[in-house]
Nanobody
Framework: VQLQASGGGLVQAGGSLRLSCAASGTTLANSPMGWFRQAPGKEREFVAAMRSNGRTPYYASSVKGRFTISRDNAKNMVYLQMNSLKPEDTAVYYC???????????????WGQGTLVTVSS
């Protein structure tokens, strides 16, 4: 299975971006999915995750109320809608698939290549 993240770019503070994660090689319908991010010089951190049924989202406290994770299992896609972006949201964003929901990135075994989000002040 391969994951391909896209949708990153440069945006001003307060703006919005929508990240997409496309899967190929297998169906995502049975996989919990997560979004993580890694800023320069920092460890990869949890952003959001969603169970395979698409009904239970989990968010990091730093993004709750601003970011929304969603999925379309029929299209094999996962999304991250990011609103009210802040400069501290600047990072490379990764989508990941794993056997169960976790805030720990080491629990996910399939990763996309990452997409860069830059938020200017």
């Amino acid at each position: 299975v391969q994951l391909q993240a896209s949708g990153g770019g440069l945006v001003q503070a307060g703006g919005s971006l929508r990240l997409s994660c496309a899967a190929s090689g297998t169906t995502l319908a049975n996989s919990p999915m997560g979004w993580f991010r890694q800023a320069p010089g920092k460890e990869r951190e949890f952003v959001a995750a969603m169970r395979s049924n698409g009904r239970t989202p989990y968010y990091a406290s730093s993004v709750k109320g601003r970011f929304t994770i969603s999925r379309d299992n029929a299209k094999n896609m996962v999304y991250l809608q990011m609103n009210s972006l802040k400069p501290e949201d600047t990072a490379v964003y990764y989508c990941a698939a794993g056997p169960y929901i976790s805030y720990d990135p080491t629990r996910y075994d399939v990763w996309g290549q990452g997409t860069l989000v830059t938020v200017s002040s």
